[in-house]
């Protein structure tokens, strides 16, 4: 899939939609506390809003109490990194390694194993309960 596959300007696009792209796309971000993902703790995957790659395991998934999904780590091999210069800050961007897409941050200040914080927000994935072929992931929004 290319990374605007999931974005058609053919078609009438919901408010879900349109906040999934510019996330993913032009390096939004949603506001602290909006996810409905922060309280998801059933056992399953979380997938790219973007292109369905999978990029966390519930079992790296921990409250921060940051305001958005934090996990400790992600996938082998699902992620890729940049310097965010952006606000006055450095920071390390975090995106999917399949379609580039926008998720979040990582941050030095998480639990062990790793120590790191991947603050994620919630509309750039979809979350894949355990037991579900995931063919059609649950969406964080109606």
């Known amino acids: 899939m ?3 596959d999931s ?6 696009q919901s408010a879900q939609s349109l906040a999934r792209r510019r996330i993913l796309r032009e390096h939004g971000t949603e506001p602290a506390g909006s996810s409905p993902l922060n309280a998801e703790k059933r056992p399953g995957r979380y ?5 369905g790659a999978e990029l966390f395991s519930s079992t790296a998934k921990y409250d921060s109490g940051s305001g958005w999904p934090s996990f400790h780590a992600p996938e082998k091999e699902a992620l ?3 310097e ?4 006055g800050m450095a920071r390390t961007e975090v995106h999917c390694m399949k379609c580039q897409g926008h998720l979040g941050h990582v941050f030095p200040d998480g639990p062990a194993p790793t120590g790191q914080r991947y603050c994620i927000n919630g509309l750039a994935l979809d979350f894949v309960p355990e037991g ?3 063919a059609d992931p649950e969406k964080t929004t109606p």
């Open 2 to 4: 290319s990374p605007d």
């Open 7 to 12: 974005f058609s300007c053919a078609a009438p």
């Open 47 to 51: 997938r790219c809003a973007g292109c």
């Open 80 to 82: 890729g990194f940049s």
């Open 84 to 87: 965010d210069r952006r606000f």
């Open 132 to 134: 579900d072929c995931g």
